[in-house]
């Protein structure tokens, strides 16, 4: 297989971020796929910093054992410090129906913990606050985020005070930033990070709010015009969603993408410049997009496996990262540095029809 270069753009989603891992684990075993950058949010932060500083480690092979080894840390510490098994011990009880399960999720961990959250503030913990994220990046094999490498890394923050999306590049890229990205503020508190744009220090939270993941930074010119997204928030629950927790979840889904799907437009539109001719002598990117998704899976999911992971799950949704991978690279390898391999049309009908 010839060289192909792609970037990488990576959404945030918890511990689904999990199916991630498997995707980068799987792309990582093809020596002619080399990735140019990375663009992630909240997991995809997480995920994206690992694998750029193992990249960053060493060259060829050894690099992307490195990248292995870091995405394989974050994995098994977050299923350390996230061990529900009193959600299974709940669950073994009741092998049950569709209204019992509906009576015993209202006294489920998750919603113990969503009623917490909305009762108590990150800042109400005192001297007692501590950011596990935080020792888990540490503590990576080979820890020096944002280094300088062949492989460029962004990271998206939301500030707080603007709401305006911060895009952290490459060096800019550390420990604080991920944390930054990752920072959902009923769980954690805001991370502050000093802004040379406007001499002030500013506080920042997940960057899932106004980029997941952001897209425009891929466009910089010297990268390759594929961007491989690979999706862990679903674009459709066929499923009306009538319990107020399938309700959250689904609120929590459509906000989650709502930035994405608004680039994703603008990419449609250049597109459709494009093959109209309107573009000649203007520098605009036309970009060739492809997605690695599992929305069967992904359907099966909720919000409440994103905050209380099972290391089962974690365990699942890495293999289903595989193979969804897997799948990817057999039927459209040859798409790469050439077509497409998402369907704009079908993506966007009513746009594509002129609206």
Known sequence: ???????????????????????????????????????????????????????????????????????????????????SRLLRW????????????????????????????????????????????????????????????????????????????????DAEVTVDAVLASACLPTIYRAVEIHDPATGHLEAYWDGGYSGNPALWPLYAEGLPRDIVLVNINPWRREALPKTPTAIADRVNEVSFNTALLSELRAINFVKRLHDEGR?????????????????????????RTKILPDPGLLERMFNAGRAAADAFLDQHADDLNHRDSVDFSALFPRASSGG
């Open 279 to 303: 573009l000649q002598g203007k520098v605009m990117k036309n970009v060739l997009l492809h997605m690695i998704l599992d929305d069967t899976l992904m359907n099966d999911l909720s919000a």
């Open 90 to 169: 709940w669950h073994s009880f009741f092998p049950m129906p569709r209204g019992l399960a509906r009576w015993t999720e209202a006294f489920s961990p998750f919603v113990w913990l969503d009623n917490m959250t909305r009762l108590f503030s990150p800042y109400d913990y005192g001297p007692f606050y501590t950011n596990p994220l935080r020792t888990i990046l540490k503590t990576l094999p080979y820890p020096d985020l944002g280094a300088e490498s062949s492989t460029r890394i962004f990271v998206n923050a939301t500030n707080v005070r603007t709401g305006q999306p911060r895009v952290f590049a």
């Open 1 to 83: 297989m010839d060289r192909r270069r792609i970037n990488l753009a990576l959404q945030g989603g918890g511990a689904h971020g999990a199916f991630t891992w498997g995707v980068l684990d799987r792309l990582l075993d093809e020596d002619w796929l080399e990735i140019a950058a990375i663009s992630g949010t909240s997991a995809g932060a997480l995920n994206g910093a690992a694998l750029q500083a193992g990249l960053a480690a060493a060259k060829g092979r050894q690099g992307r054992q490195a990248a292995r080894e870091n995405l394989a840390h974050i994995w098994a510490e977050v299923g350390e410090v996230s061990d």
